[in-house]
């Protein structure tokens, strides 16, 4: 079948190739580009690091009219291949789904050149340690990273030890102490301790009622929510979201 393609868009991409041959741009190359992916896939810090400064050495494409526009593009661009290393790497993919968005809405908040340059070294940080937290995990049994797989993929869900056991296949009671011996911390804590971690997302970027986090999460009610949100954070889910959304 034969295609066509927006007029406006070709439009745009001989204006742009014509802009970066008058300006002696040269995109990054392909191979320091994967050289880039490859140290970020194999958490390799060191590496990413300086592949990282050997690219911001080069000039800039303009993606955009704005110049802070132009570099939000190129970081989400660069979020986004991240997201894709990190997963080649063995981080669960709704994982690192979750660790581009929240990059993602950190790049659109910052509105001058100087801060989204250090962001980005701070997004491969984040990525990095993402991936070292990760291969903890890789070292569970196979019941162990099924069940923490299923849990991941069913947060907003009802979770109970029969559902998660009966999904991966293995008895209630094996489960149940294969998981505590290797995570070191029972289901249900690990189920709560994540389900507490996402609810952030809610706090910071949105005006979802607490209340209404509190339900979305599966706790019984917002004192609950609250009362448990403080042992693992140190405050209060209205405490947190009034520190975060000020920064």
């Known amino acids: 079948m034969k295609t066509t393609m927006n007029s406006s868009v070709i439009k745009k991409f001989l204006e742009s190739r014509i802009q970066n041959r008058q300006d002696n741009y040269v995109h990054p190359p392909y191979e320091l580009e994967q050289q880039l992916l490859d140290a970020v896939s194999l958490a390799n810090q060191k590496k990413a690091e300086e592949t990282l400064k050997k690219i911001n050495q080069l000039d800039r494409a ?5 110049p802070v ?5 190129a970081l989400i661009a660069l979020c986004t291949l991240f997201t894709r290393a990190i997963i080649k790497g063995g981080v669960y993919p709704e994982v690192a789904f979750e660790v581009s968005d ?12 100087e801060a989204l ?12 340690q993402t991936l ?20 991941y993929d069913n947060i907003l869900n009802e979770l ?32 709560n301790n994540k389900r507490l971690e996402e609810s952030k997302y809610f706090l910071v970027h949105t005006n979802t009622t607490i209340s209404d986090i509190a339900l979305l999460f599966k706790f019984c009610n917002q004192s609950y929510y609250t009362l448990l949100f403080k042992e693992y954070t140190g405050m209060t889910p209205r405490e947190f979201r009034k520190v975060k959304q000020q920064i």
């Open 62 to 66: 303009i993606l955009a009219t704005h």
């Open 69 to 73: 526009r132009s570099r939000k593009n």
């Open 102 to 113: 929240a990059n993602i809405i950190e790049i659109e908040k910052l509105q001058d050149i």
């Open 117 to 128: 340059e250090q962001f980005e070294y701070d997004m491969l940080y984040h990525f990095l």
């Open 132 to 151: 070292e937290e990760q291969k903890h995990t890789n070292n569970y049994s196979p019941p162990v990273k099924l069940a923490i797989t299923y849990i």
């Open 160 to 191: 109970t030890l029969d559902t998660i056991s009966h999904n991966v296949y293995v008895h209630p009671n094996y489960l149940s102490f294969r998981f505590k011996k290797e995570v070191g911390s029972s289901i249900t804590d690990f189920i």
